[in-house]
């Protein structure tokens, strides 16, 4: 097939949806499909995938929004595809893979409160761009079917929009087990433990983001500092890109500075994976983490939120825990106190790799291409 693959940015080095569309590019020319990149960014693509770069403004924020869209729209018209698949929000397109999760949802948890939410609307009509293209895309004008990475965000589809249930698919994500595996771990662990300063009774709780904010790296400091003398081996391991100096001066107020570890951005992620002891993600939205599904690979045990569509496959007490209310500290502090129990902690690690087995990005794509071929009987009938 010849398929066309759209998103912001094509890396390795930036977030869990960025990684996934060089995953996914990469599987797909690896089995013989023409493979067409639209983006503004590329890294880490193999030779065989075609880019196309898209030319987007900076600013404002909404004519940004508009202007990719414009501009993916433009550019993929251009040529003709068996397949169009969006990773982003623009149209018209043929699948739209709703990686970003539903913008109408995240409004909600981010502005519970209505008036507030709208003059949000008004003061930065970026949001409306982005109600306005998801609502093109889901009312199934300019697209035929959705693509889902957890049935969490399948059900925001179905409740905000009405989107019939036989146009999405549920595609979890895979993970690629020959670099995320507790063996390859173990390797490393020593060595970049000793480059983080922790010493072998330490606890480090890894967090993996690029919005500290939204993934509740601010609740999750509070939750270590609520433990007080019984979380006084946790240390917490930041790896992404953020602005440190907010969550410096928590951690130091918190008595924490000296057990907050900011990495930055790195394209070696599975070091930090070798470093930590527990992934924490008490994140308030997110469609289905997939540094969640990496850590579980690695042999790491989760706690993260229910409103994180990656706690589908946790079973509490067994693989992690789950957090009901991204914003309860004190929740979260139990969470991560029933972590504490370093033999408890290895089971639970165990157990999470064997529910990571087969989650492999074989099965996405297969899966992903199952979509495919349906989408292109559909339009050559």
Not at 55 to 68: D, L, T
Not at 367 to 374: D, G, K, P
């Amino acid at each position: 097939m010849k398929i066309a693959l759209v998103n912001h940015s094509f890396s390795l080095s930036h977030g869990g949806l960025e990684r996934f569309s060089v995953n996914l590019a990469t599987a797909l020319h690896a089995e013989g499909h023409e493979v067409h990149a639209f983006a503004q960014r590329f890294a880490d693509l193999p030779a065989g995938v075609i880019e196309h770069r898209l030319e987007v403004p900076r600013k404002p924020s909404f004519w940004r929004i508009f202007g990719f869209h414009r501009s993916a729209a433009r550019a993929v018209q251009a040529h003709a595809f068996d397949v169009v698949y969006g990773l982003a929000r623009f149209a018209p397109l043929d699948v739209y893979r709703m990686g970003d999760g539903v913008q109408k949802h995240w409004m909600r948890i981010r502005y519970p409160f209505t008036p507030w939410r709208w003059l949000n609307y008004l003061i930065n009509p970026a949001h409306l761009c982005n109600l306005y293209l998801e609502r093109r895309i889901l009312s199934g004008r300019d697209c035929r079917r959705i693509v889902t990475n957890s049935r969490l965000c399948g059900d925001h589809a179905q409740r905000y929009y009405g989107v019939p249930a036989e146009r999405i698919d549920v595609v979890y994500n895979g993970v690629n087990h020959q670099t995320f595996n507790p063996e390859s771990m173990a390797e490393l662990r020593s060595e970049v433990r000793r480059e983080l300063g922790l010493k072998d009774d330490d606890l480090a709780l890894l967090h993996i983001s690029n919005n500290w904010p939204r993934k509740g790296l601010g609740v999750l400091l509070q939750a270590v500092a609520q433990l007080g003398i019984q979380g006084r081996h946790l240390h917490v391991l930041v790896v992404g890109r953020g602005r440190p100096a907010p969550f410096r001066k928590l951690a130091a107020r918190l008595g924490l500075a000296d057990r907050l570890h900011l990495v930055g951005e790195t394209t070696q992620v599975q070091r930090y994976y070798a470093a930590g002891d527990l992934m924490v993600l008490p994140t308030l939205y997110d469609p289905f983490s997939n540094v969640c599904l990496e850590a579980m690979a690695c042999g790491m045990a989760v706690v993260t939120t229910a409103e994180n569509g990656a706690s589908e496959l946790i079973c509490p007490g067994e693989n992690g825990y789950i957090q009901k209310n991204p914003r309860d500290v004190r929740e979260l502090a139990d969470c991560l106190g029933q972590c504490l129990n370093r033999d408890a902690l290895a089971s639970m690690g165990a157990s999470a790799r064997t529910t990571a087995l087969p989650f492999t990005r074989e099965k996405n794509m297969r899966q992903t291409l199952a979509v495919f071929s349906r989408v292109l009987r559909e339009k050559q009938s």
